[in-house]
Structures are given as C-alpha cells and as structure tokens.
C-alpha cells in the first residue's frame, strides 16, 4: 500500500506467481520420484497415528482367515463356491473402529437376511408361473426392488442405514438371477447366507480381539485435544499481537499460502473448526459399541460430546477471528497496544487455564469445582473492560486543532520535502519547524516596538502554542509508523497544504485504533462464550457420571 499524491492510498497487491509455492510442490517439482522422500513420507504416515498400521495389519489377517476356507478342500467341499462371499463380506464389513464395523455387520446382515426371503419369495412365485412367465415376474421384481430401496434410503430418518438399502438391491439380484439360471434358488439363498455370515463373524471376531480400536476412546481423545488447541491458539495469538512493532510481518498472501508456518497452534485450531463432521461419525459409531475400557455402564452419553465439541467450536470461531484481526492489513500502533497489555494477557491466560482444565477434567473423567477459575476469568475480563472505558480517548480521535495562521505558510514550504520521507523523518522535521516558530515568537516578543504598540490596559492573551500542534503531529506520525508501507500524502495534485490535511490524519488514526477496540472486543467476547462451554461440560459429566474430585 504506497501513499500518492491527492490523499489516495494505493493498494498494491503481488500477483500469484509472485507468492512461495508449497513445500510439497517445490520437492515434487522437476526433481522426478524420488525413493527415499516416498519411504519418509510413508515412515511419518504411519508415525503419527500408529493403529493406521495395526488396521490395515487386522484387515489383511481377517481376508487371510476366510480365504483359507477356499485354500483347504475340506470347507471347501462343504460351501463350494459359494464361500467367495465370505471374503467378500469381510472387506465391505471391516471397519476401521469396533462401533463402525458393528454398525456395518447390522445393516450386512438385516440386508442379506430380507433380501434372502424376498429372493426366495419372488423365485418361487416365478416358478408358479410357468416357463415362460417366469424371466418377466424375475425382471419386474428387480425393477420393483431397485427402485424401492434407491428411494427408501433417500428418507431423511433412513439415510443412516443407507448401506443395508444397498445390500438388499445387490444380494437379492445376485441370488434371484443366479437361482434363475441354477434352478434352486432356495439353496442358493442359504449357501450365500451361510457364508455372509462366517464373514461377518471372522471380520468381528479380529476386529474386537486383535488391538480393538474403539470409536469412544478416539470421540473422547478428539474432542481433549481440541480443547488443548483452542487454549494454545488464543495464547499463541495474543502474544503475538503484543509483540514489539520493530518485527517484520511477511505479505499477507505469502503468509497465507504458507499457512502461517511460525504459528504451530493456528493449524490445530483450524482443524478444531471441521471436526463436526469426524465428532458426529465418531459418536454415531461409538453407540453400537459395548461397555469397554473406562465407558463401563451402558447407554453412554455419546451425543453430549458432539454437544460440547459445538461449543467449543464457537469458542474457536472467536480465536479465529483475533487471528484474523492479528494479520489484518491495518494495525493498532505499538504504543497504544502496549498500554492494555496487562489486562489482555491476564485475560486471555484465564481463559485459556480455564480451557486446559475443563480439557483435564474431560480426560481423567472427573467433575472439579470451577468457581475460583470462572472468577479468576470474570475479574480479568472486568479489568479489561474497566481499562478500555478509562481510556477511551485513545481509540478516538476527539483533538479538534486548527493550526495558527502565522504557521501555514510555513508549513506549506517545509512538509512538501517531509511527506516523501519516512514517518520518523517526518516527525523530525515537525520538530525543527516548533523550534523555528518559536525562535520566531520569541524574537516578536523581545521586540520593545511591538510591545510599545500594545495600548494600555490592554489585557495580554496567551500565544497559540505550537507545541501541541507538533505533539498531536508526532502522535500521529508514530501512529502511522505501525502501518506496513503506509504514506498517506497531505496534498492535492496542483501541490500545497490543504485545509482537509488534519481530519483525514485523524481518520487514518481512528481507523487503525479501532483494530485494538476489535482485538479486546473479541477476547471479552471469547470469554462470555467459555461461560457456555462450562455449562455444556458440567452437563457432559453429569449424564457420564464422572467422580467427583
């Protein structure tokens, strides 16, 4: 943003090309496939979620398990081809959860089971019929059922049981055509049934017995690290926005490109964001799951964990919206920043202590008294508010301050070299122009003429004081110094000062205190919110039964 002549501000933006590409296309660009980056890349796949590993290991033993039902003769004998549908219902059935693959066993099975009965019905219904009757019956039959079950299962209150819909449309054709063709579609409905569910029982027996992954225990590890993340970012946040004003800030679109790489607590919260759909799969899973580990009583409060975790994602939206103000274009100068710095940092490390413990309580599944830490919260959020209403005059600009007229000419012969320079220069120059006028001032007053012509009795009336001109000048200049490549000119394009040079100063100014309003506006609103979040967690340990400390 480059300052020109006429008081425009110019927004310059860098075009794309411009901006540092991902880290990942920089390696993969030109460099071809490379070995060893893939065996990394893989190495720290696995590293950071261990039972991806252990999944993909139950998966393969679970296939092995059922296909030696094939390898041997003996079952072999016993099933015949049929057993095919046994590998085929472990790798559609397992799941990478215990509750998922429960839930996906029952719609498996309550699929397999009506598609059987109807396939028998429908098969014995057509052989009734007679020779010739019998294709169109079967061919009306799968048109009827195809169509049934594909607009069943787009039902509101069904779409959860989407899946055995499906299963029903694709067994029963499969056992109605082939019994068709085999001519013993009752047989054919029991051997496919026989094997379903030796499949569906090898996929669950590996699944529970083999290091179980339970969709509770990932549900309740979730949502404890997504308040750790939310504590984290608000911290991170506001001790970034109170950092000294000497500190490079890189262009907006590289540092978003980069996705804010010296900020490792922003990528936690912004996954905190969309979690809503992993909490409501998790939870969804975690019903069909029996009592296991530390979720020792039935019917467990699942769905009050994606209660919570709502809750705190309107808590995150907050701490996103600091961060936003934090990279916003137009910053509230250091000076003023600093001066709510106390009652900012206290507030936000209330809250985020708050947070840690409501997170800890969750994790060790007990229920601690809150008063202390909720005053705690309330008091520094009241400071903050107090300090805001004591100095208010900082965020506004109410100095009304008309130059004197002895100094306009001045000033338009000597700010016309000052505005090309920088703020600090710009300052500077202000000064020696004070210290000039009032030289000047004071060589009028010295002069014994102009006092002779003052009549007597005359009362004397202060000078104009220049010195709080040039303060409110040094101010604003130190104000606009906080800006990133900001020049604001005071000049029409025909040159000279214009009368409209000092509100559209005091413009720039209100503008970029009003960031700090915003700041603190957000955080003592992030605090109103925790206030629900606690409300919400009080009601998730009651329903659980968590033990009181």
Known sequence: MNGK???????????????????????????????????????????????????????????????????????????????????LTVAIMFEYTVGATFNRGFNRALGSLLAGILAIVVAELALSAGRIAEPFIIGASIFLIGTVTSFIKQWPSCVPYEYGFRVILFTFCLIVVSGYRMGTPIKTSMDRLYSIAIGGFVAVIVNVLVFPIWAGEQLHKELVDSFTAVADSLEECVKKYLEDEGLEHPEFLKTVLDEFPDEPAYKKCRST????????????????????????????????????????????????????????????????????????QDAAS????????????????????????????????????????THSYLLTTSINFEPPENTSKTLSRKLSLAFSSTPYEFSTQLLNLEMSNNNNNLEKDSNPTNQNNIPSGTELLPL??????????????????????????????EGGPTTDFLPRMKALESTAALSLATFTSLLIEFVARVDHLVEAVEKLSEMAKFKHE
């Not at 261990?50 to 016993?78: D, H, Q, T, W």
Request: proline letters at 4%; a positive charge; charged letters at 25%.
């Open 350 to 389: 209330q809250a985020a202590d708050l947070l840690r413990s409501l997170g800890r309580d969750i994790c060790d599944m007990k229920r601690s008294i809150k008063h202390s830490l909720l005053k705690g919260v309330h008091s520094s959020t009241e400071k903050l508010q107090r300090a805001i209403d």
């Open 464 to 493: 104009p004081r220049t010195e709080s001109y040039h303060e409110t000048m040094r101010k604003q200049s130190r104000r606009l110094h906080s800006w990133p490549s900001r020049e604001v000119s005071a000049f029409e394009e």
């Open 273 to 344: 964001l969309n979690s809503a759909a992993k909490l409501e799969s998790l939870a969804s899973s975690a019903k069909w799951e029996p009592p296991h580990g530390r979720f020792q009583h039935f019917f467990y409060p699942w769905s009050e964990y994606v209660k919570v975790g709502a809750v705190l994602r309107y808590c995150a939206y907050e701490v996103m919206a600091l961060h936003g103000v934090l990279h916003s274009e137009i910053q509230a100068p250091y000076n003023l920043r600093i001066t709510f710095q106390s009652e900012i």
């Open 5 to 87: 002549k006429g008081g425009c501000i110019g927004i310059n933006i860098p075009p794309a090309t411009r901006a540092k590409l991902p880290e990942a296309s920089k390696k993969s660009g030109g460099n071809g496939f490379s070995c060893k980056a893939w065996i990394l890349s893989v190495w720290k796949f696995c590293k950071e979620d261990i039972n991806r590993v252990l999944f993909s290991l139950k998966v393969g033993l679970a296939v092995l398990l059922v296909s030696l039902l094939i390898l041997f003769e003996a079952p072999y004998e016993v099933f015949g081809t049929s057993i095919i549908w046994s590998i």
